[in-house]
């Protein structure tokens, strides 16, 4: 069983970047309440549950009451038809590049912050027999690439653990890139060591700010309310160091950032990273190759532990041969 202990709530030292630098190098984390004012938060809320109530996700003028009968979870057709409206909403877009959280990250890091162009999105519906997708045991570096990046995620609401409140293990950056294997974690894969650090959560105010480093372990909690649990992750690093080039395009499934903008009524916040001096480089996919050669054989020998690992070569991998092999291999696990 886990033990979660309360988060170090570092809100008092939002001007002091020396503090919180030392806090991040030192935890992994920094849990910071009201980084952005609670109202701003929920009209994006509004605006995203007023397109998920058109998708029949949530029963409309609810705040968020969730039809499970609808229940589905990405890279499902059906998830990416419905999130697509969501995700390039743009009052989403321009909250993870407000002034003050640039500032917050210039002031951290010492040095000008980039905020990646890419982020995610996400919807969890509640956990029942039927249904779990809860984000298990992971760390970001391996998804991410380029040099040290650090995640904001901001619940879109008020988000008490019970509706699946981050948790990280304080700590564990402190052992860098952990040994994976094949599993139905993040990306299709666990980590294959006992986790170090100490896990540590809390509950959520609308405006209240996680920032994790790339090699701190987290996951979220199992959401256990009636509620769909609204959520965004954004990423920010140094703007002198590398950026892995999967990080300046729009989520997979979204189309190009024309085609991201066709719906915007105004231009503020639209390719703000083009005129950056960026390093893009491209993304250290070795740890995807180890993964994939492992699933590719356990598939093979009919082992379903492999399946979130084929479903995503099927969804994202840029080798045409991989994903059609990931494809006839799919159909043999579900015993076609
Ligand atoms: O929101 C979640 O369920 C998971 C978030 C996460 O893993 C991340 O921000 O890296």
């Not at 190098?25 to 994006?44: M, N, S, T």
């Not at 609808?70 to 909403?89: I, R």
């Not at 006992?194 to 209240?208: N, Q, Y």
Request: aromatic share 10%; glycine share 10%; net charge neutral.
């Amino acid at each position: 069983m886990f033990q979660y202990e309360p988060f170090r709530d570092s809100t008092a030292y939002l001007n002091d970047g020396a503090t919180l630098r030392a806090r991040l190098a030192e935890d992994g984390y920094l849990f910071l309440r009201g980084l952005l004012p609670r109202q701003a938060i929920l009209d994006v809320r509004t605006r995203l549950l007023r397109k998920a109530a058109a998708g029949g996700w949530v029963e409309p003028d609810s705040d968020g009451i969730a039809n499970p009968a609808t229940a589905c979870k990405d890279p499902e057709p059906g998830y990416m038809a419905v999130f697509k409206g969501l995700w390039s909403d743009e009052a989403l877009h321009r909250l993870r590049i407000d002034p003050r959280v640039l500032a917050l990250f210039d002031r951290t890091l010492g040095a000008r912050a980039l905020a990646h162009p890419m982020f995610v999105q996400r919807n969890i519906f509640p956990q029942s027999d039927a249904f779990d997708f809860t984000t298990g045991i992971h760390q970001d570096r391996v998804h991410i690439g380029g040099a040290t990046s650090y995640a904001m995620w901001m619940p879109l609401g008020d988000c008490p653990r019970e509706m699946g409140a981050l948790a990280v293990a304080a700590g564990s950056h402190h052992q860098g890139i952990l040994p994976t294997r094949v599993g139905s974690g993040a990306g299709g894969m666990d980590i294959a060591v006992p986790i170090p650090g100490t896990w540590v959560t809390g509950d959520f105010a609308a405006g209240d700010a996680l920032i994790f480093q790339d090699v701190t372990v987290h996951k979220a909690l199992p959401n256990r309310t009636r509620s769909l649990r609204l959520s965004f992750d954004a990423r920010y690093q140094k703007l002198t160091e590398p950026v892995a080039d999967t990080n300046l395009v729009p989520y997979s499934g979204c189309g190009t950032w024309d085609d991201v903008y066709r719906g915007w009524s105004g231009q503020e916040g639209q390719y703000y990273w083009k005129d950056l001096p960026i390093r893009p480089v491209p993304l250290d996919r070795s740890h995807y190759e180890r993964r994939d050669a492992m699933a590719f054989e356990m598939a093979e020998a009919g082992d379903r532990a492999a399946r979130d690992a084929i479903l995503r070569i099927i969804q994202r991998d840029p080798a045409a041969e991989k994903r059609e092999r990931a494809e006839r291999l799919l159909v043999l696990l579900d015993g076609g």
